[in-house]
């Protein structure tokens, strides 16, 4: 699969998403009523309805007890690369902050580390944070770990990384299509939360793409991109905020450029005048 991060002749773009303007500051952020436990599963309903109700499990249907889950990422200091190789692409610490905690003083003598805690994960079960969160940001969620449940039951030959892109791909446009069928979702602030998603998956590929160059122009880079997500996740809702903002390392952007990297080959692959394929298990086709 070609690498984004290395094209040939390629300079340092910023990319300024002029999508970012299109849509009133009201639409930013704009917190909706959260979705309890029904709205939950009315969006597991829509989302079998795409993949022939071949998702076999408890979807959505119990609590979970051992959140939140925590992951250690963890990148040499001159290069954003996956530093623990044949490893793993990060390390699993449940919900164990102390061992999250020693693994980060263990790696980060020669690395750079990023402890990242997250309330959702493929497990598929309810947390306290999640029924917190807005409708259109639970349909995100949701539709992304349903994807991956998806890509497991169809044996996907796919890396982690690209999985993590597949799912935010399907995640935006199918929380998109159910926006437009169903009016528990606002179409518009849909739309800005993919925008300001996508915007995110510019900078990042962007500001790794310097780094990996160059590696004397890290400082710059940084810096750069750490104003830009000052700027852009005051718009941001809770979970963009919970997801993105952080201090900015290498660390950092390995764990966000399994969002990124291969993010547009599979959106320009998979949608289609904005629709997804009417069969979700065809994704793999494409």
């Known amino acids: 699969m070609k690498n984004t991060y290395k094209q040939k002749k390629t300079k340092w773009v910023i990319l300024f998403s002029a999508f970012t303007l299109l849509l009133p500051l009201s639409y930013w952020g704009q917190n909706s009523a959260p979705g309890d436990s029904i709205f939950i599963s009315s969006l597991v309903k829509f989302y079998q309805s795409r993949c022939g109700n071949s ?4 979807l959505y249907q119990s609590h979970a007890v051992d959140s939140p889950y925590i992951y250690v990422y963890v990148s040499p200091s001159n290069k954003v690369e996956n530093a623990l190789k044949n490893s793993g692409y990060f390390l699993f610490c449940n919900h164990n902050m102390k061992k999250a905690l020693h693994y980060d003083s263990l790696y980060s003598d020669v690395n750079e580390c990023f402890i990242y805690t997250t309330a959702a994960n493929a497990s598929t079960r309810l947390t306290s944070e999640l029924l ?17 449940v998806l890509l497991n039951s169809i044996n996907s030959k796919l890396t982690y990384t690209v999985n993590e892109a597949v799912c935010d791909v399907v995640g935006n446009y199918l929380c998109r299509e159910y926006a437009l069928s169903n009016k528990a979702l606002n179409l518009k602030v849909v739309d800005a939360q993919i925008q300001l998603n996508e ?70 692959k998979l949608v289609f005048n904005r629709q997804l394929p009417p069969d979700l298990r065809d994704i793999l086709k494409k």
């Open 132 to 148: 917190q969160y807005r409708k259109e940001t639970q349909a995100f969620i949701v539709f992304h770990e349903l994807t991956h």
């Open 199 to 268: 915007h995110l998956y510019n900078l990042f590929n962007s500001t790794i793409l310097r780094i990996n160059s160059n590696a004397n122009q890290k400082p710059m880079a940084v810096k750069f991109l750490s104003k830009e997500l000052s700027r852009t996740l005051v718009k941001a809702d809770a979970f963009q905020k919970q997801r993105f903002n952080y201090p900015v390392n290498n660390a950092y952007l390995l764990k966000n450029s399994f969002y990124s990297e291969n993010y547009y080959f599979y959106k320009q």
């Open 55 to 58: 998702l076999k499990g408890d």
